[in-house]
Nanobody
């Protein structure tokens, strides 16, 4: 079981940047593909980005391509989400999770226990 703690959110103006971190505990962290999700008020949680555990290939939802970058440091048991050119529509609580893919879609592992996430607020 991997336990995750997100951090790095905050209030930023449109066009600004933030870097989110997700610290994981558990000796098998490097064996999981990892992803970021977000949930805005009144909406369902949506996939944002993923990185494969084996070769580090990355995947993004279309709305963040070219602006967000997911990366991981297995030695530090941490996955990051660099967010540039932020837009008001990026405002949400961001969560990380171990993930798996079915075709081109990414899902949180069935055993996911969502943490508190980290709030990102982008003002216009």
């Amino acid at each position: 079981q991997v336990q995750l703690v997100e951090s790095g959110g905050g209030l930023v103006q449109a066009g600004g940047s933030l870097r989110l971190s997700c610290a994981a505990s558990g000796r098998t962290f490097s064996s999981y593909s990892m992803g970021w999700f977000r949930q805005a008020p009144g909406t369902e949680r949506e996939f944002v980005a993923a990185i494969r555990w084996s070769i580090g290939t990355t995947y993004y939802v279309d709305s963040v391509k070219g602006r967000f970058t997911i990366s991981r440091d297995n030695a530090k048991n941490t996955v990051y989400l660099q967010m540039n050119s932020l837009k008001p529509e990026d405002t949400a609580v961001y969560y990380c999770a171990a993930v798996y893919s079915v075709g081109s879609n990414w899902y949180p592992m069935p055993s996911t226990h969502w943490g508190q996430g980290t709030q990102v607020t982008v003002s216009s």
